[in-house]
């Protein structure tokens, strides 16, 4: 089924009805599958205050920082076999990295990646140091919002071996990372594929959508209080966007046969687009989607082989591709996608676990995408 933003023949909006405050109050049929998977031990909800518990000394606790001075084989070393990546925001910059043995979140600028990947001399290197109750199996994430202003920044570290999610606030004095909240789950509790899809601002707080199987998940920011569960019988959601309209939270869903593509608005759960994976031209399992005002960007493997294509959501008059780098460097090992905008250009921003440079931007504009179809558009 094809489906055009804007369009209300071909939106829908799924059976249900609005509550006062906005949420979405799912219809009885949806309930009852909520309360069938549960009671089937497919899957439990998570953030559910008899789940969890808080860590009370790790709250508040301000992560240990370093500086060191590397030279770029030293430089090298450190990057390689990254954990994750994420956008965290710095006085001075823009990303940063998490690193095991020990577990550390290091600068990764964004907007110094040209002199990160320099034959420079020495380079300055700042680390935090994160507890040492954590394993290494850790997720890392970012979300924010503005309020009157001012950036309201957030970073998630999901430890999916000890079950143990943290909350950092790094908008302090020296730019330095604080817990805001430690909580562990229960046993029961598995954090298997659990990730962070976004946040968005909601009387002046911060709200962040989780996600993991069927299920979506609203938590306030700086206490993981649970706002809203909602269950997408079928649909596994991989990245979720901000509209630019106040009170629209889009997600990007894959159905689980991987056969399907849809957006759907997280409050009003009214369809905005739905289309066939062949639509877009793909091929191989959808890992990532990530969204630029109208482009879309999908990152794929197919037998070992990474693609990012690039279409228009609404028209889909075109579908590009790459399998390489701007330099011409094949892709590896792709772990996730997003966008980030420096001045008027909108750059992808990959993280690959493999490769001699962890992290790289390739420009959404720039002409070397191979093209896969053209459709000219009538006025």
Sequence with gaps: ???????????????????????????????????????????????????????????????????????????????????????MHFIDTTGALLLSDPNRIIKYSLQEIDDMESDFNLLDMTYFVLPRLLSNQLEFSNVNGVVGGLTIDRNVVIDRENRVLLVLDNKNIGSIPIIKKAIKFNEESKLNNLKVIGGYIHDDSLRIVFAQGDYAYTVESDSLVLVESTFFSGWDTLSGSEGYKKGKFYLYQVDNKGNTIRKIDLFSQEIILEHEKEEFLLEGEILDIASEV????????DKGTYRIYQSNEKKLHFVNYKEVFDDGTPFSKIA????????????????????????????????????????????
């Design 1 to 87: 089924m094809s489906g055009c933003a804007g369009n209300k023949e071909n939106s829908r909006i799924l059976q249900g009805e609005y509550t006062s405050n906005s949420a979405y109050k799912p219809s009885d049929s949806i309930i009852s599958e909520s309360i069938d998977s549960k009671i089937n031990g497919q899957q439990k909800l998570l953030f559910t205050p008899e789940n969890y518990e808080s860590i009370p000394e790790l709250e508040g606790l301000a992560l240990s920082s370093e500086q060191v001075t590397v030279n770029k084989e030293q430089f090298l070393s450190l990057i390689s076999n990254p954990i994750s990546f994420a956008p």
């Design 294 to 301: 109208d482009l879309i960007y999908f990152l794929t493997v």
């Design 336 to 379: 996730k996608i997003g966008t980030k905008v420096f001045g008027r250009v909108s750059y992808l921003v990959v993280f690959q676990k493999e490769g001699k440079y962890p992290v790289r931007l390739i420009d959404g504009t720039a002409t070397d995408w191979k093209e896969l179809k053209f459709v000219e558009q009538q006025d």
